[in-house]
């Protein structure tokens, strides 16, 4: 299924960030630790997070297009075909790496030139700088749109991994729609139908499992359903042509499904945090520091292994 497709290869890229943030906190925390200057820091902020490669993302998208294809033969007739949906630039992927990378070399200017005082006993302040470093790595607003008397305002921050592997998802969505549209229209299809797949969101499963038109005639149109919001950041719904009523009888997720799974998403995510700072406590000799981050790593592999 090709949401399941799209859902590891978005896991691999979130992954793919978080290991690059939690390499940046454990060398602020070291550098700290060890005297390295700012200048240092900022060579290694700039090796890490300035020159990215994000080939994995465009094989992605080109493994996407090779399971959607339909005919091969008329491959060249599909590339000059117009994409329907946009596409996230590469420069919005740097961009945010490069605001970030900015971020943490004046953190780390300000924390170091504060140490330099010599006001400060070393593990204790190294100790406030773990509490306090994933505040500095949320730095990307995300803002209500849809509750009454909030829209416009910030919900919640997000970190560089939840933007970037948000694009890459967009990216992969987008690209997927677009080839299945390319297909319908050079086999003359008008009838697209929207796949049921586990761990949909209760917009999307509204959805699934019926039958749309491109042109929006006799069936309501492809687009009347990206209104409705399905397309969302980080949806993995996809499209098919429609061939025949067996295809209405998709397997869809309960909103239930979507709950556990999204649970069970945060817990790893804080299980790779908690690992990270329960190492960096041992690191500066914080014990007491190191045992409670283990109780709370016991705690999160309790509370997964309950879903």
């Known amino acids: 299924m090709l949401a399941k497709f799209i859902e590891d290869e978005v896991e691999y890229c979130a992954i793919k960030y978080e290991r690059l943030l939690h390499k940046a906190e454990k060398e602020f925390i070291l550098g700290l630790m060890n005297d390295l200057s700012p200048e240092e820091f900022e060579e290694f902020v700039e090796n890490t997070f300035y020159n990215i490669d994000h080939g994995y993302m465009y094989d992605g998208i080109e493994d996407l297009k090779q399971q959607i294809m339909e005919i091969n033969a008329t491959i060249d007739l599909q590339r000059v075909l117009p994409d329907r949906y946009k596409t996230i630039p590469i420069t919005d992927f740097k961009s945010k790496e490069r605001q970030f990378g900015r971020k943490l070399i004046s953190q780390y200017k300000l924390k170091y030139e504060r140490l330099q005082i010599g006001e400060y006993d070393l593990q204790t302040y190294l100790t406030a700088q773990i509490k306090n470093y994933r505040n500095i790595e949320k730095f990307i607003p995300y803002f209500y749109k849809n509750v009454p008397g909030k829209i416009g305002q910030v919900a919640s ?3 560089l991994s939840d933007y970037n592997s948000m694009l890459y998802n967009v990216n992969l969505t987008k690209s997927g729609w677009n080839q299945t549209i ?5 086999l003359g299809e008008d009838l697209l139908i929207l796949n049921g797949h586990p761990n949909s969101c209760p917009i999307c499963a509204s959805h699934q499992g019926k ?6 005639l006799v069936y309501p149109s492809v687009d ?6 399905v397309g969302h950041p980080n949806c993995k719904c996809e499209w098919s042509i429609y061939r025949n009523e067996e295809q209405l009888n998709q397997n869809i997720s309960t909103e239930n499904d979507y709950e556990k799974h999204t649970k069970e998403i945060a817990i790893n995510r804080e299980l790779r945090y908690a690992r990270t700072e329960h190492s960096l406590y041992k690191m500066i000799g914080n014990q007491e520091m190191a045992d409670r981050t283990w109780q709370k790593i016991k705690r999160l592999l309790s509370s997964r292994k309950e879903l």
């Open 157 to 159: 921050w997000r970190t």
């Open 224 to 229: 009347s359903v990206e209104e409705d919001g």
């Open 182 to 186: 390319k297909d319908a229209q050079i």
């Open 211 to 216: 039958i749309y038109s491109i042109s929006g």
